[in-house]
């Protein structure tokens, strides 16, 4: 594809029945959930679990330009893994900052997520570059058909599963645990 040519890709919203829970984001950190699906929609599943578990909104690019002078507390920052990267739309809006959060937690989606610390590496350059502190990372499975993959119908079929689903929610909940321990500097 020519460089100049630019895709418009929509954020995918579930509409699946929210289910309660019993955690709660007690000290009312302002929290959010960054984050890109395209092709299967598997970070939008892990988003949603994720943001229904720590009370987050859940934020495509273009409305994190509109709201980008609000202050975050806790921002989760994620896409599907394409060529061994976050998606170009996240990294390309990480870079231009108008206003950091005060902590970010990185995730994705990827047909080999055993190779998470590898795929985040751009992400979490861009935001020690910008002194973001990162407070955990995960790389959840997703079912992935790029390239010859989709001859065989892909890998991590099925996934994310309702096992992943609960997987992600604790793992933002221990986000939301970490940012409310650690020490914020005063503005």
């Not at 020519?2 to 954020?11: A, D, Q, T």
């Not at 599943?45 to 987050?56: C, L, Q, T, V």
Request: net charge positive.
């Amino acid at each position: 594809m020519c460089s100049h040519v630019r895709l418009k890709i929509p954020c995918f919203r579930l509409k699946a029945k929210r289910q309660s829970n019993n955690f709660r984001n007690q000290n009312a950190m302002k929290c959010a959930i960054l984050f890109v699906s395209v092709h299967h929609h598997n970070t939008a599943k892990i988003s949603e679990a994720m943001g229904d578990a720590i009370g987050a909104e859940l934020l495509s690019i273009a409305e994190a330009k509109e709201r980008a002078t609000e202050n975050w507390d806790l921002l989760g920052i994620g896409s599907g893994i394409f060529f061994a990267s976050h998606h170009k739309s996240l990294l390309r809006f990480c870079s231009h900052w108008t206003n950091r959060p005060k902590a970010a937690f990185l995730f994705s989606t990827a047909g080999l997520p055993s190779l998470g610390w590898f795929w985040h590496r751009s992400l979490r350059a861009i935001l020690k570059r910008q002194q973001i502190p990162i407070l955990a990372e995960a790389c959840f499975p997703g079912w992935d058909t790029v390239g010859p993959l989709q001859w065989i119908g892909g890998i991590q079929q099925g996934r994310p599963n309702p096992s992943d689903l609960d997987r992600a929610a604790r793992f933002a909940r221990s986000a939301l645990v970490q940012a409310t321990q650690r020490p914020h500097p005063e503005s």
